[in-house]
């Protein structure tokens, strides 16, 4: 199949861009395109493939995003994808200028798997966006829903064996399943041989992000993803986000918090407990062109 792509990533989050308002690509069809495109080697490459479509009739959003991991399975949200949509809509005027934009910011509504994100776009001296704010949200804490088959109604700083060790992890949803564990060293941590056997856990009927977090302070840390369907990636939106939330629920963070991640920033805040998370980052676009297999 031939179509236009756009290469986009957020903190080295990266996803090839497919404009759904110019090509026909059905979800039937994305998963294969989604493996064979992400492939570093032979394709693009990428951690996935993100459609950009219009949204779906009686839905109030500017676009929709669909999302497919490098292996094809599908995704429910990605953080750092979410920001790149914003990106794109406004910098390729998908969505309009309203009333109610600020000086300098632009308010675009995606609507994703998970339901529809309000985001704000801040322009730069370019009038192109390089930094992306989501509402992403309030946090899903209960077991049943994120879904993890566990015996409490939360999982917080709870036991795990896996791979010969013992973690305490807590699981979070943002829309998509995650497990943190808080290490003393990221770095020193074998994320390459556990962070594939914690995704495929029988605790986590749907697999699951798994996350490492070394904290500087209450309100500093860095962290380390293995994601569920593309392996050890520079970023994950939503698992920072996952990562703040179960700082909070520890008290390890205060209610915001810098996280560093392999391929830059993200600001988090959790203003409230039973209100939305709130991820800031950078979104950038890499190159265009024209894929004819």
């Not at 949200?77 to 005027?93: F, I, L, T």
Request: one cysteine or more; aromatic letters at 6%.
């Amino acid at each position: 199949m031939k179509f236009a792509f756009t290469k986009m990533h957020g903190l080295g989050n990266d996803y090839v861009y497919v404009n759904c308002f110019d090509v026909a690509m059905s979800a039937v069809e994305a998963p294969e395109i989604s493996r064979v495109v992400s492939d570093r080697h032979r394709g693009i490459g990428s951690d996935g493939l993100i459609l950009i479509a219009p949204p779906e009739r009686g839905v109030d959003a500017d676009v929709r995003m669909i999302m497919f991991n490098a292996d094809g399975s599908r995704g429910e949200m990605c953080g750092n994808g979410v920001r790149c949509v914003g990106k794109y809509a406004v910098d390729h005027g998908l969505c309009s200028p309203t009333g109610n934009d600020p000086a300098g910011q632009r308010l675009v509504r995606v609507q994703t798997d998970c339901g529809v994100l309000a985001l704000i776009a801040y322009l730069g001296s370019d009038g192109k966006v390089e930094r992306v704010r989501v509402d992403m949200g309030a946090p899903i804490l209960a077991s049943s829903e994120i879904p993890i088959v566990f015996d409490y109604k939360r999982c917080i700083d709870s036991a795990l064996k896996v791979g010969g060790l013992t973690l305490n992890i807590t699981c979070v949803s943002m829309g998509n399943p995650h497990a943190v564990a808080f290490v003393d060293d990221v770095n020193a941590f074998e994320l390459e041989r556990i962070g594939p056997l914690v995704e495929r856990h029988a605790m986590f009927p749907n697999r699951v992000n798994f996350h490492v977090v070394q904290v500087t302070h209450r309100g500093e840390a860095t962290m380390r993803t293995w994601e569920r369907g593309s392996g050890i990636t520079q970023a994950c939106g939503t698992g920072a986000c996952a990562v703040h939330v179960a700082g909070v629920l520890e008290d390890r963070f205060d209610r915001s918090t810098l996280l560093h991640l392999p391929g830059g920033e993200l600001e988090i805040a959790w203003p409230e407990e039973d209100g939305s998370v709130f991820m800031t980052g950078a979104a950038a676009e890499v190159f265009s062109g024209t894929w004819n297999g």
